[in-house]
Every structure is written in C-alpha cells, then in structure tokens.
C-alpha cells in the first residue's frame, strides 16, 4: 500500500516523545524516512516537567523503524545552529533528500509577570523562536534543492491569543507566527511552503512533573483568566497523533496550495 510521503525524506526536531515521536512515527507511515533530533537531558531547573532522555530518543527510532522506515536520530539542540546544520547535512547525504521540515521542538515555563527572570525569557526564546529559525536556516536550501517541500513551525494556542501567566511562551509562540509568514513569502517562489500548527492542550509529557501544579500555582494570581480557553467541543484536549493528523496533511501534496497559514487545533478554544 503506498502512502501519501513515499520517497520522501522528513526532518523533526524535538523527536524523542510527544508531538515529535507522533509526527516522527505518522509520517513514517506515510512513507517517509525520518532525520530528527533531540536534547534528551534536561535543560534547566525552572522546567517543571521532566526532560527528555536516550531512551525516549531510542524509543521513537524503533518505532519508525516498526513502520519500515528509516530512521537517523541524533542528541542535539536547536540553539546550535552549526550543530543542527552538521546533523541534518549528514542526514541529507545519507538519504539524498529533504522535502519536510517539522520544526517542533519547544518548552513551556509556567510565570506570573513579574516572576519572570531574564534568564527564563531567554531560554524560552532562545528555544522557541531562535530555534525554529534556526531549523528553518539549517534545512530550507535542502527543500530548495529537492525541488520544493513544506515547513511546518509548530506554534501554540498562546501563538493564537495567548496563554496566561507566560509571558515569554506568548511572546514566543506568536513570533513563530512571524517567522511563518515571513518565511513563507521568500520562500515561495522555489516552491516551499511554510506553515504553522497551533495546538491547544495536548496530552504529552510536558504536562507531567510538577507541571500540573505549577499551572494551578500561578493561576491563583488571577483566577478570572482561568476562563480563557476553554473548547467548544465536548473533546478538552487533544491527542498528540491528532496534531500529527494536521502535520501529514501539510506535508503532503494534499496541501499543495496552502502556505502563510496558521491552523489551530484547540477545539475553538482561540475563540473563548
């Protein structure tokens, strides 16, 4: 049975769990050979939920190898470009192409306003946005060179409206927006499309260790704002393969004409 990415080659950061393993593993079954990406160690103590590891990062290859696919997993991180430019070369040389870019990697710092130090507002950017540039700046001329291709910049709901008691993850979230449209105006005449995806809350990792506390930690500071984003849908929160539904559709030529677009997947919750 042939699948909608057969021949193609697909790169994911923030592979080892999560969205990432969810695009990593749909993608592969749609035919696609994997290049991704991981820091697998934790990052800073001001992150609530526990980090990544070598043994997530091996899990996700395993399961892209279940589907038959290829998969080139590799420690790194997304603050690095000349890192991640090494990571993806070699991946491209190995597999001769890169027609998909999921630019997923990210981390979330619950904070009231004035908890925010300067060091969290800049990790999260330096993460958030200067790494989805980054991903963009390392892998594009690769796109470029197979003829055409999609991005894929994986923003937020807090990208959408924003998400209280985080500053830095709404300031962030939104210049991926930026970044999207931008990105997609230089690089539509080579045939590349740049897309965004904006997910709600998404039962991953991220929700796990002290994140669930910290949440309802912050939000005594100002409990009326609690009320924002609540879905239409009876559906609460979504799946990670739910985003990874959305993603192949971009990835996919089923999706041949759109670009500058930013999808929500929040159950209308940017509209509560």
């Keep these: 049975m042939s699948g909608r990415l057969d021949g193609k080659v697909a790169f994911i950061t923030g592979v080892a769990r999560g969205q990432g393993r969810t695009h990593a593993v749909r993608l592969a079954s749609e035919g696609a050979d994997i290049i991704g990406l991981d820091l697998a160690a934790p990052i800073a103590d001001a992150i609530p939920y526990d980090a990544t590891t070598p043994e997530d990062l091996e899990e996700t290859r395993r399961l892209v190898e279940a589907e038959g696919r290829r998969a080139l997993l590799s420690v790194g991180d997304v603050r ?15 597999l001769g192409r890169l027609d998909i870019v999921c630019a997923n990697a990210g ?7 004035d908890a925010v130090t300067p060091e ?4 999260t950017m330096d993460i958030n946005t200067t790494g989805v540039w980054n991903t963009v700046m390392a892998t594009a ?4 060179a197979a003829g055409g291709g999609s991005i894929i910049l994986t923003s937020s709901y807090a990208g959408k409206k924003m ?7 709404t300031a962030s979230k939104h210049a991926v927006v930026g970044l999207t449209r931008a990105f997609a105006a230089e690089l539509g005449p080579k045939n590349v499309r740049v897309n965004s995806v904006h997910p709600g ?4 990792p991220m929700g796990g260790g002290d994140m669930v506390a910290q949440l309802e930690k912050v939000a005594e500071s100002n409990p009326p704002l609690n009320l924002m984003g609540t879905t239409f849908t009876e559906q609460t929160w979504a799946e990670p393969e739910e985003i990874s539904n959305v993603v192949a559709f971009l990835a ?4 041949k004409f759109i670009s500058a677009e ?3 997947i929040d159950g209308g919750a940017q509209y509560y």
């Design 80 to 94: 690095d470009l000349e890192g991640m430019t090494k990571i993806v070369d070699e991946g491209v040389a190995e």
């Design 107 to 113: 981390i979330c710092i619950p904070e009231t306003w």
């Design 120 to 123: 969290t507002f800049g990790l």
């Design 141 to 144: 001329h690769h796109v470029i």
């Design 163 to 169: 998400q209280p008691f985080m500053v830095h993850y």
């Design 201 to 204: 809350g998404v039962a991953t």
């Design 252 to 255: 996919s030529d089923e999706a």
């Design 262 to 264: 930013h999808i929500g």
